[in-house]
């Protein structure tokens, strides 16, 4: 049943993505330009919900749909692994025209020369679990 739930909220959001064009290559080459404000205000209100979110889970202990109390575990805190991982990512989703949500939206949509950037962006998380050990962190 969990898992019908799942493929449902997916769909949803697929059909969020699409419909707002968030999965549009044009609006995503646009943002990069600095030409429009649309991408920047789709992640600027994703950002703001998910701080009240999860701002509500902290203050009213909530639980997962596991019933297991959600918690948030503090990271390590660095300037470099964030500044050359968001560099990765960003030359990758620049070069790609998608961010990894918008891949599987854009797949679904019927264009299917996504499904390159898939492959390889599935290699390359593949390559970062084999070489993780030997990467700075």
Known sequence: ??????????IFFGITM?????????????????QSFHMYGIMGSAL????????????????SIYGERIQF???NKSVSRYLIGG??????????????GPMFTLVG?????????IVFSVLGT???GVLKDKLPH
Do not use: D, H, N
């Not at 699409?18 to 600095?34: G, N």
């Open 1 to 10: 049943m969990r898992t019908l739930l799942y493929l449902l909220i997916g």
């Open 18 to 34: 699409f419909k707002s064009e968030a999965a549009s290559w044009f609006r995503i080459y646009e943002m990069f330009q600095f």
């Open 48 to 63: 703001a919900i998910g701080i009240i979110v999860v701002q509500l889970i902290k203050r009213y202990k909530l639980k």
């Open 73 to 75: 575990i503090p990271k």
């Open 87 to 100: 560099i990765i990512f960003g030359l990758g989703w620049a070069l790609a025209g998608a961010c990894p």
């Open 109 to 117: 949509a019927g264009f299917a020369p996504i499904l390159i950037v």
């Open 126 to 128: 593949f390559l970062y």
